[in-house]
């Protein structure tokens, strides 16, 4: 079955630790996303790449770093420069199209905290 | 940059019950969409209506795209619809979500 997968589901962090954040999909998607939510709270987008090899910052990038070295795979890695770090993160995959068309899909999500 | 704004941002039904989720966004949008996230986190794409109106079931959607809002109608629920629902538009190549209705449905 095609759909993205995120590992790990739960991850505990120390502080001060850097902690990556796994995403592949298998649904042959030209662009991927990274999303950040708090509890109670909408979904704000970290960073976006629409090819491989590229990627652009959203709206809350700072402590984040990402990488897209094959069309399947878009980590997320969660520095000690990202102050408030525990939430829940959402990978989504699209087709571009041109037309605007981009349908989101979605992984089941990673649960940070940090203790 | 674009506004999206939904209501209301909590509403509790009795089952059976009929609702009406509205999202309002700041500027022309070719692209909307509807989600749904379960109680467990996950996210699932219940529409993408840039214009017009389309039904899945008991659920069905409209975005009246010139006066910038779209609507989604949730009619005899039940109690697995709880959850919260998002809408969100494309903007600069990314999607922008609103904060979300939160919907419990009471048995």
């Known amino acids: 079955d095609g759909g993205i997968t995120q590992s790990p589901k739960y991850l505990f962090r120390k502080e001060g630790q850097n902690v990556t954040l796994s995403c592949e999909q298998n649904l042959n998607h030209d662009a991927m996303y990274w999303y950040r939510q708090d509890p109670g709270q909408g979904l704000r987008l970290i960073y976006y790449s629409q090819i491989v090899n590229d990627f652009q910052k959203g709206d809350i990038a700072e402590g984040y770093s990402v990488s897209r070295e094959k069309k399947e795979s878009f980590p997320l890695t969660v520095t000690s420069a990202q102050k408030n770090p525990t939430a829940f993160y959402l990978c989504a995959s699209s087709i571009r199209r041109r037309s605007g068309a981009n349908v989101l899909t979605f992984g089941a999500g990673s649960r940070l905290t940090v203790l | 940059g674009i506004q999206v704004e939904q209501s209301p941002p909590d509403l509790i039904l009795q089952e059976g019950a009929n609702s009406t989720l509205r999202c309002n966004f700041s500027d022309s949008v070719n692209n909307l969409q509807w989600f749904h996230q379960n109680p467990w986190g996950q996210l699932i794409n219940l529409f993408y209506?840039?214009?017009g109106t389309k039904q899945n079931g008991r659920l069905s959607a409209t975005t009246v795209a010139t006066e910038r809002y779209s609507l989604l109608y949730i009619s005899s629920s039940q109690t697995t619809d709880s959850g919260v629902y998002f809408c969100a538009v494309l903007y600069n190549n990314d999607m922008r979500f609103g904060a979300g209705t939160r919907l419990t449905v009471k048995p």
């Open positions: 209506i840039p214009s």
